[in-house]
């Protein structure tokens, strides 16, 4: 017997994405170091993300990574949970499920890595798992829509130049 579960995949052989939905990758690339891009991405996420487009509360809301969490916070100090940190590694990557204005029940996954290349740092975000998402082709659509604005902010921030 190869394998006691039928259902389960042989070891050099991945499962298809859900309904052919691939995984939703961006990539850009920021002057400065790693840890520079790092903190700037984990640390300031304030100062750069834009809620008036991709927020629960709004502008003059204030999201942050605070512990294990992604949380935004409204001026009212009502939170939303946007997502758990499930494996951190400074300044290299971050791994956390991914659920903003959802629950934990309709969680995606988003993976951000950062390595350095020649002219700074890159950033490779790869978000994928959309058989966590009530919708799964629909949110794939409007994160792979809305991720590159949100990058763009991102390198503005940074002081790189967005093409």
Partial sequence: MDNLFSHAFPADEAPDPVDGL????????????VSKAFI????????????????VFGTGSYVEFE???????????????????????????????????????WSTELRV????????????????????????AVTRAEYDAGWPGVLARFVRFMGGVVG
């Fill in 40 to 55: 700037g991405f984990t640390e300031h996420t304030h100062l750069w993300w834009p809620l008036e487009d991709h927020s």
């Fill in 67 to 105: 512990e294990n969490l992604v949380l935004e916070t409204a001026d009212d100090g009502r939170t939303a949970v946007w997502g758990t940190i499930d494996d951190w590694q400074p300044p290299l990557s971050f791994h956390a499920s991914w659920h903003p204005g959802t629950t934990a029940l």
């Fill in 22 to 33: 691939d995984a939703v990758v961006h990539t850009v690339v920021v002057p400065g170091p």
């Fill in 113 to 136: 890595a950062f390595r350095a290349v020649e002219g700074g740092t890159e950033l490779r975000l790869v978000h994928d798992g959309w058989e966590g998402a009530e919708n799964p």
